[in-house]
C-alpha cells in the first residue's frame, strides 16, 4: 500500500503546503534531473523537505491549458510509495483541497506555481514522479483554442510518469517544466488534445540554469524568406538542441518515434523549444528558456514552424533565416542572455 502523505497521523511525512506550477515546471530542490539525474550527493542522515513546482514553455494561439491534478506519487525501490493527495495552495486559494486546477499558460518562463511545499521525506532516490490528473471531461483539464472554443484534455493511461530525483537531507526545490510544444499533441480524430511525457522535464532548482533575450521583428518582418509570411507574428519559435557546434542541416523541428513521415538518421531532437511573445510596454519581442540544466547548446530561430507537429517530422527550415544559430554554454545557476539579430553573435 502506499503512503498518503495527506493522512498525517499516520505517516511520519508532513504536507505543509502546495506543490508548485509555473510553465510547465515541476519546482523540487535537490539532485538535477535534467540531461542525467547521476549526482552523487550524499542523502545525509537527516529528513528531507521538498518544494514542487509547474512551470511552462507555451504555444502561441492557445488561451488556456488547463489540468486538474487528483495526486502526486513518488516512487521509491523497497519502500512504500508517498502519495500526496490534498493540496494547500496560496495562490489558488486552497486549503486541503482534494485536486487542483491550474492553467500552464499563466506560469511560463521563470514564474511557477508551488504545489508542495516542504514535505517531509526520508532523504533518498525516487524513482519516478507521477502525476494523476482528472480528464475524460471538458469541465476537468482541458484547452481554450483562439476562438475560445474548449477541447477536452486527456492522457494516455492513468499517469503522466516524470523522471525522479535523489533528495540530501535539507530543503530541496525542484521544477516540472511542461514544453507544451513537445508534449501537447492534437488529436484531430477525437478533436481534443492529448498531453504526453515528451518533452517534460524535471529540473532541480539549485543547479538550474536560465536562456533569455529579445528577438528583433525584422527576422520575422523584413529578411528573406520570412517577409512573405501573410502574418509576421506567428509560427516564430525558438529551438534549443543539446550539444553546441550542431550542423545546421541536422537542427530538426519537433517529432517523436512515433512519426507517420520519414526521420532522417541524423536528425536531432530538440530539447525545448520556446515561442515569442511580444512585451505589452516596450513592444519587443522574447523568449525565455527557465530551469535548464547547466551544459552546452545550440540555439535556433525558425520563422516558419506554425505547424510543427508534435509527432511527425516535418522537415522544417531550422534556423530561418539560416543564419540565426548560435552556441551557447550554461553554468549552474547562470542567468544568461542571447539577443538576437542579423549579426548578432552571443
Known sequence: ????????????????????????????QGCGCG?????????????????????????????QVVIEVDAITLT???????????FTIEDLGLTDAESFQVDLLQYRGLNQL????????????YGAIKLTLLDGDVNLSYVQESDDSLKQLNISGTTLDLPGMRLSSGDEAYTVVFSLAQALQYQQ???NYLLANDGIRVQDNATAASLSGR???????????????E????????????????????????????????IPDDAVMPFSVATLLEDALTGNWQYVFGFLPAGDYTLAFSCDTADDDPVNYDGYVIPLPTDQSYDISLDEGEKETCDLDTGAAC
Open 114 to 125: 508551488l504545489v508542495i511545499d516542504s514535505l517531509e521525506l526520508d532523504p533518498t532516490t
Open 231 to 262: 502574418d509576421p507574428e506567428l509560427g516564430n519559435r525558438i529551438y534549443l538542441y543539446e550539444g553546441s557546434g550542431l550542423s545546421t542541416d541536422r537542427s530538426s523541428d519537433v517529432f517523436t518515434t512515433a512519426s507517420t513521415t520519414e
Open 1 to 28: 500500500m502506499p503512503v498518503a502523505a495527506s493522512n498525517f497521523a499516520a505517516t511520519k511525512f508532513r504536507l505543509l503546503t502546495g506543490l508548485l506550477l509555473a510553465g510547465a515546471t515541476l519546482l523540487l
Open 215 to 229: 528577438v528583433d521583428s525584422d527576422l520575422f518582418d523584413t529578411q528573406s524568406p520570412c517577409d512573405a509570411k
Open 189 to 191: 480524430s477525437s478533436d
Open 76 to 86: 521509491r525501490s523497497g519502500a512504500e510509495d508517498v502519495v500526496v493527495e490534498t
Open 35 to 63: 540531461f542525467d539525474c547521476n549526482n552523487g550527493n550524499n542523502p545525509g542522515s537527516g529528513p528531507a523537505f521538498l518544494s514542487l513546482g509547474f512551470s511552462d514553455e507555451a504555444l502561441e494561439e492557445l488561451k
